[in-house]
């Protein structure tokens, strides 16, 4: 008698994932020493006239130090005043970026439109 082979089990597709994937900024500048750095997003929201207005955001890293008590790194609620150099670099940098390279619709940033 021909034995049988066991046939595999009946495949189901995966379930749709139920957790968004992190979004990642559009540009990031840093990070510089301390953990210290700039990021660009992008965004969009629903405008006041109906649709959907694209703008972008920006974020800044917080500074980052050892925690020896805790034996883990933690986010400082401040900076230091060495960290002024490099803030203002990636600030200045992260300017130039949102009102020199155009949103995903081909227009520029308004420095004076409220991104709402």
């Known amino acids: 008698m021909a034995r049988s082979q066991p046939q595999p089990p009946e495949t189901e597709s995966p379930p749709p994932p139920t957790e968004r994937s992190p979004r990642q900024p559009e540009k990031r500048i ?8 700039v990021a660009v997003w992008l965004n ?6 109906g649709g ?4 972008r ?3 800044l890293a917080p500074r980052r130090y050892f925690d020896k008590q805790s034996n883990q790194w ?3 609620p401040s900076y230091n005043p ?3 150099p490099a803030l203002i670099f990636a ?3 992260a300017q130039t970026f949102c009102f ?10 308004d420095p004076d439109q409220p991104p709402y």
């Open 30 to 37: 840093g990070p510089f020493a301390g953990g210290v750095g």
């Open 44 to 49: 969009q929201a629903e405008s006041s006239e």
């Open 52 to 55: 959907t207005r694209t703008f």
């Open 57 to 59: 955001s920006v974020s």
């Open 74 to 76: 933690k986010d400082a």
């Open 82 to 84: 060495t960290d002024l």
């Open 91 to 93: 600030l200045q940098e």
């Open 100 to 109: 020199t390279t155009p949103l995903s619709n081909g227009e520029l940033e």
